[in-house]
């Protein structure tokens, strides 16, 4: 069975950094298109970045120029480098994983960023 474990959140303050990992266990990895979504406490879940198996990139206009998508098949591992955080980043960040019918969700991880 896939599985997608997220790890690296944590406490920052404005103006920091921090990097998300998403390991993908099982093969393919590299046919998967991957994303990264943040849902706010009372907010939706909303998409923060998204990288194809193609490795084209796309950002959500709040993170453009501060956030960096990234992707490792060798080690079936997607990152997420955030710079510059700010308090309205503060969300638990989830990972996606999508390939045929699969559509993988991971169990996210907190990031929260202190003004």
């Known amino acids: 069975q896939v599985q997608l474990v997220e790890s690296g959140g944590g406490l920052v303050q404005t103006g920091g950094s921090l990097r998300l990992s998403c390991a993908v266990s099982g093969s393919f990895f590299s046919r998967y298109d991957m994303e990264w979504y943040r849902q706010a406490p009372g907010k939706q879940r909303e998409s923060v970045a998204a990288?194809?198996?193609?490795?084209?990139?796309n950002y959500a206009d709040s993170v453009k120029g501060r956030f960096t998508i990234s992707r490792d098949n060798a080690k079936n591992t997607m990152y997420l480098q955030m710079n510059s955080l700010k308090p309205e980043d503060t969300a638990v960040y989830y990972c996606?994983?999508?390939?045929?019918?699969?559509?993988?969700w991971g169990q996210g991880t907190q990031v929260t960023v202190s003004s």
């Open positions: 996606h994983g999508s390939w045929r019918r699969l559509d993988l």
């Open positions: 990288i194809t198996s193609g490795l084209s990139t």
